[in-house]
């Protein structure tokens, strides 16, 4: 069985990849991770949650 082998990526590696991406992604140490967008209704819960804390 044939397997890859990937190192993690570095900060800088990341950076440099991420500027030449049409969405936008998060580096969690170690990979790229696509960042999902938000809804009205997300920030809404969110506004709410922080403002009750």
Do not use: K
Not at 35 to 45: K, L, P, Y
């Amino acid at each position: 069985m044939n397997v890859a082998l990937r190192r993690p990526m570095t900060l800088d590696e990341f950076l440099a990849w991420e500027r030449r991406q049409e969405l936008r992604y998060e580096f969690d140490c170690a990979r790229a991770v696509a960042m999902t967008g938000g809804t009205v209704e997300h920030s809404e819960i969110a506004t709410n949650l922080v403002e009750a804390l």
